[in-house]
């Protein structure tokens, strides 16, 4: 079993940044490929980032390209983070990191789940 618990939501300012962590425990976090995914009010939950187990290959939305970026710390912690600059207020959503067995771009991909925090772009 793994659990996932996000950290870092709240209220940021347009054209601020902002970091999430990701915390994870359980087995061989090394081998999971993570993701983070976010959903804003009255739409569906949609992909953002995800990195290998290994962390050498990233992919991220076209929406967010350029301006998050998506790391992990297999030595040290069992943690993923992304980290978020430039924001503007369409990223406004509750963030979800998910762990997979491989790299996916869709929701069905990923395993586990966090619960989600929550990030508010103001205008």
């Known amino acids: 079993q793994v659990r996932l618990v996000e950290l870092g939501g709240g209220l940021v300012q347009t054209g601020g940044s902002r970091g999430l962590s990701c915390v994870v425990s359980g087995r061989d976090f090394s081998s999971y490929a993570m993701g983070w995914f976010r959903q804003a009010p009255g739409k569906e939950r949609e992909f953002v980032a995800a990195i290998s187990w290994s962390g050498g290959s990233t992919y991220y939305a076209d929406s967010v390209k350029g301006r998050f970026t998506i790391s992990r710390d297999n030595a040290k912690n069992s943690m993923v983070y992304l980290q978020m600059n430039s924001l503007k207020p369409e990223d406004t959503a509750e963030y979800y990191c998910?762990?997979?067995?491989?790299?996916?771009?869709?929701?069905?991909?990923?395993?586990?789940w966090g619960q989600g925090t929550q990030v508010t772009v103001s205008s």
């Open positions: 998910a762990a997979a067995t491989h790299i996916a771009y869709a929701e069905n991909g990923y395993d586990y």
